[in-house]
C-alpha cells in the first residue's frame, strides 16, 4: 500500500506543484482546499491519478474531522501533511483590523494546527508534517504585520510539535520560502514590490512552484528520517544577503 498525503491548499501555486510532484513519487493525495472552483480545476488537472478532492475550510475543527476522515477511508491511514493552504495581505500595520489580525492568524496558525491535529488522530504507524512558514516570519517586510506574525507562529509551531510528538514517530518540519510564482502572489505583489523583490534577490527572481515543491518533498520522505523541527528556507539568497555586487 502507498504513502497517504493530505495537502492542504492543494488546488492552487505550491500546494498544487506539491500533489504533482507526491503523485509522481508514489503517494496517493486528499487535496483539501476550500475553492471550490479551484477543486473542480485540479480535478480535471489530475484526472485518473490516485488523487481524491475534498472541500473544507481549513480554520473550522468540524469541516476538517469531516474531509480527513473521508480521506482516510478512501486512502487508508494517512502517513504525510502539508499544510500549505493559507491566504496573505499587504496592510500597513496602522490600517490592520484587529478582525483581519485574526482572520489571517485563524487560517494561517490556528487551521494549520487543526489540520496537524486532525492528521495525528487519523496517522498511520509513522507521520510526517510539513507545514509552510514564510521569510516573512524571517524579516520584518512591509505590509506583513498579521501575516508576518502568523507565519513566525507556525515556524515555533512546528518546534513545539516537533519535539513533543518525537517519541511517537512524527516528524514535524517547515519550509520557509521567499517570492514564489502563485495566484497568491500575482495578486499581492505591484510591479514595484516585484522589482524591490528581485533587486532584495541574490538570485533576482521568484522561483516556480515546482522548486518549493521539491524542498516540501524531501522533508515529507523518508530521505529526512532524521530531520525534524527545521525550518528549510528556500528564498534565492534572500534572508542571507548584505550588501550585493552591482
Ligand atoms: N507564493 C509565495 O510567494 C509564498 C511565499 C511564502 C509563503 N507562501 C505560503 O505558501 C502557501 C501557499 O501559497 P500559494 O502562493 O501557493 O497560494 P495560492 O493562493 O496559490 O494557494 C493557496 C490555496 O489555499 C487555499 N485556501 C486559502 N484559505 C483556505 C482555507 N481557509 N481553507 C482551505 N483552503 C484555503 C486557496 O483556496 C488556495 O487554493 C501559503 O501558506 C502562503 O502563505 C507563499
Known amino acids: 500500500m502507498s504513502d497517504v498525503a493530505v495537502v492542504t491548499g492543494g488546488a492552487s501555486g505550491i500546494g498544487q506543484a506539491t500533489v504533482r510532484r507526491l503523485l509522481d513519487t ?53 502517513t504525510g501533511l502539508v499544510t500549505s493552504a493559507g491566504i496573505a495581505r499587504d496592510v500597513p500595520a496602522e490600517e490592520t483590523s484587529a478582525e483581519l489580525f485574526r482572520q489571517i492568524l485563524d487560517i494561517n496558525l490556528v487551521g494549520s494546527f487543526i489540520c496537524i491535529k486532525a492528521a495525528l488522530e487519523r496517522m498511520g504507524r509513522d507521520l510526517s508534517v510539513v507545514t509552510i512558514s514564510s521569510i516573512s516570519a524571517l524579516r520584518a517586510n512591509k ?14 509551531m512546528t518546534e513545539v510539535m516537533a519535539m513533543e510528538l518525537a517519541p511517537k514517530r512524527v516528524r514535524v518540519n517547515c ?34 512552484p515546482e522548486e518549493i515543491a521539491s524542498a516540501i518533498a524531501f522533508l515529507l520522505s523518508p530521505d529526512a528520517s532524521y530531520i525534524t523541527g527545521h525550518t528549510l528556507v528556500a528564498d534565492g539568497g534572500f534572508t542571507v544577503a548584505g550588501v550585493m555586487p552591482g
Open 26 to 78: 508514489g503517494w496517493s493525495v486528499a487535496i483539501v482546499d476550500a475553492d471550490g472552483v479551484g477543486l473542480e480545476e485540479a480535478e480535471a488537472l489530475f484526472a485518473g491519478e490516485d488523487c481524491i478532492f475534498l472541500q473544507a475550510d481549513i480554520s473550522d475543527e468540524d469541516e476538517v474531522a469531516d474531509v480527513f476522515d473521508r480521506a482516510a477511508e478512501a486512502l487508508g491511514a494517512i
Open 143 to 156: 505590509g506583513r504585520v498579521a501575516y508576518g506574525a502568523s507565519k513566525a507562529g507556525v515556524k515555533m
Open 175 to 208: 519550509v520557509a520560502p521567499g517570492p514564489v510564482e502563485t495566484p497568491l502572489v500575482s495578486e499581492l505583489h505591484t510591479e514595484a514590490d516585484r522589482r524591490s523583490w528581485a533587486a532584495l534577490t541574490p538570485q533576482g527572481r521568484y522561483a516556480e
